[in-house]
């Protein structure tokens, strides 16, 4: 079974500045079965990238997705206040999936 | 639009079996599959399976192979999650949510509003 680590646990910006986040993979996985989430306190979890980096619908440019292998990054290219949330990666390949353990974004 | 609307919180004993429903609106329901995820209080996502509504076929987490059950009615349209032998650990909001198209297996991407379930 395929583990992700996110690393930082927890990442604290300021608003208009860049915030990366890694998801490592326990062993080489295909592009097209990586995906990332935002979550906001209190809400479902939404789509932001799936693919490694096609955006889903709605979700602003300033999000982005990358990686190969067993490293995967989201990037939010300038951070905005309602930017608060935790990201999870996730890994699918038929199903099954499995999550990452999921990084804080405070600003 | 998508709209997934699940049932209301449970309260179960430890042991004791819960289902809840997912019922879909606004698509093809046979057409997408479904999956359930879990998230119990102040921890991370959890996938626990996935059906798909058009042929009943399953794939369920191996360490939950065994208590969770999955089944679709085509004329509701409603999936069910029947959860067995409950214990505190089950403590959790469970979603479910369809996959974001026919070719995307797996990819939550509509997400219904959750639904409490304790183990007390």
């Known amino acids: 079974e395929i583990v992700l680590t996110q690393s930082p646990g927890t990442l604290s910006l300021s608003p208009g500045e860049r915030a990366r986040f890694t998801c490592r993979a326990s062993?080489?996985?295909?592009?097209?079965?990586f995906a990332w989430y935002q979550q906001k306190s209190g809400q479902a979890p939404r789509l932001l990238i799936h693919?490694?980096?096609t955006r889903a619908t709605g979700i602003p440019a300033r999000f982005s997705g990358s990686g190969s292998g067993t490293d995967f990054t989201l990037t939010i290219a300038s951070l905005e206040p309602e930017d608060v949330a935790v990201y999870f990666c996730?890994?699918?390949?038929?199903?099954?999936?499995?999550f990452g353990q999921g990084t804080k974004l405070e600003i | 639009q998508v709209q997934l609307v699940q049932s209301g919180p449970e309260i179960q004993r430890p042991g004791a079996s819960v289902t809840i429903w997912c019922r879909a609106s606004g698509y093809s329901f046979s057409a997408f599959g479904l999956n359930w995820v879990r998230q119990a209080p102040g921890l991370g996502l959890e996938w626990m399976g996935w059906?798909?509504?058009?042929?009943?076929?399953?794939k369920i987490a191996q360490k939950l192979q065994g208590r969770v059950t999955l089944t679709a009615d085509r004329f509701t349209p409603t999936v069910y999650l029947e959860l067995k032998t409950l214990i505190s650990d089950d403590t959790a909001v469970y979603y479910c949510?369809?996959?974001?198209?026919?070719?995307?297996?797996?990819?939550?991407?509509?997400w219904g509003q959750g639904a409490q379930v304790s183990v007390s």
């Open positions: 062993q080489t996985v295909p592009s097209d079965s």
């Open positions: 949510a369809r996959d974001l198209s026919q070719s995307s297996v797996g990819l939550p991407a509509h």
């Open positions: 693919g490694t980096s």
């Open positions: 996730l890994h699918c390949v038929g199903p099954p999936c499995t």
């Open positions: 059906i798909s509504p058009s042929t009943g076929r399953t």
